[in-house]
């Protein structure tokens, strides 16, 4: 399997480090196969942002640390989701080769996961084929839907019909290119592909 340019990832780890936040990468052992939906599978690369993060390291750092994140995640394109990044297909038993999208459009390579106020995860699939620019806005859309979740200025009402659409303490989360916008994916979509 390919591995991640060790220069992009060190000049990503360099721009969005600080000394009061903590970066770790963590190697994960490999665990065999899952028994889940593609989307809720673990991606092989995953960037996890944790509560604190929002509720006390960017209220003192300001929007500063804020663009640095989102300028970071630009370095690490062409390894986890531009022509550089490995292609990774899902094997299904033979008895059973209907469980597996026919043309899944999100990466199983990398994605981005979030908490949420509660015991909830976000997750943001991103697509398998995306110019930069998509991607960005993936990205940067992603994020501001998160500064602005828990900084609550967001509808309560949204926020209560969102924590309802979880799927196994997971809310999926993905860009819509037609609108500009994120759409949080439901047990519908997934069934649908």
Sequence with gaps: MKKISIKKFLKYLLTVSSDKISIETIPIENHGPFAAPEWLVPTAIFAYISKPYFDTFLKEMGKDHYNLLKKGFSYLYENVIGSNAPKLTVITDSS??????????????FSITADSQTKLKFKLLIRKECTFETYQETINTFLDFLENYHNNKLDASFIEELHKNHISKT???????????????????????
């Design 96 to 109: 059973s080769p209907n469980k597996i999208m026919k043309d899944n459009p999100y990466s199983l390579y």
């Design 171 to 193: 809310i999926l989360v993905a860009y819509d290119t037609n609108t500009s916008m994120l759409k949080f994916l439901t047990m519908k979509d997934m069934i649908n592909g």
